[in-house]
């Protein structure tokens, strides 16, 4: 089993800076993609940013420029640095973590953190 645990939201103004942490432990493959989602009140979850485990990061067009994915590969933790934050940020962050084995996808989910963003 995998266990995503996730700290860093909170109450921002406008302009400012929040900081995601979403360590994952447990069986993790060595082909994998962690990531953030979110979701607004009354909206669909939408994926935000992604990093495999060879690098590759997407990112959604709202946010290019503005939010960075890393991660820390020794200790199985994603960071999502969110910059210029603005109203429409707002929304409960999820992450997530994507296993792959025999071409089969493993999708695992955190419990959320919220994240809002006052004007």
């Known amino acids: 089993q995998v266990q995503l645990v996730e700290s860093g939201g909170g109450l921002v103004q406008a302009g400012g800076s929040l900081r995601l942490s979403c360590a994952a432990s447990g069986s993790i493959f060595s082909i994998n993609a962690m990531g953030w989602h979110r979701q607004a009140p009354g909206k669909q979850r939408e994926l935000v940013a992604r990093?495999?485990?060879?690098?590759?990061?997407t990112y959604a067009d709202s946010v290019k420029g503005r939010f960075t994915i890393s991660r820390e590969h020794a200790k199985n933790t994603v960071y999502l640095q969110m910059n210029s934050l603005n109203p429409e940020d707002t929304g409960v962050y999820y992450c997530?973590?994507?296993?792959?084995?025999?071409?089969?996808?493993?999708?695992?989910w955190g419990q959320g953190t919220q994240v809002t963003v006052s004007s």
């Open positions: 990093i495999t485990s060879g690098g590759n990061t």
């Open positions: 997530k973590l994507e296993n792959y084995r025999d071409r089969v996808r493993y999708d695992y």
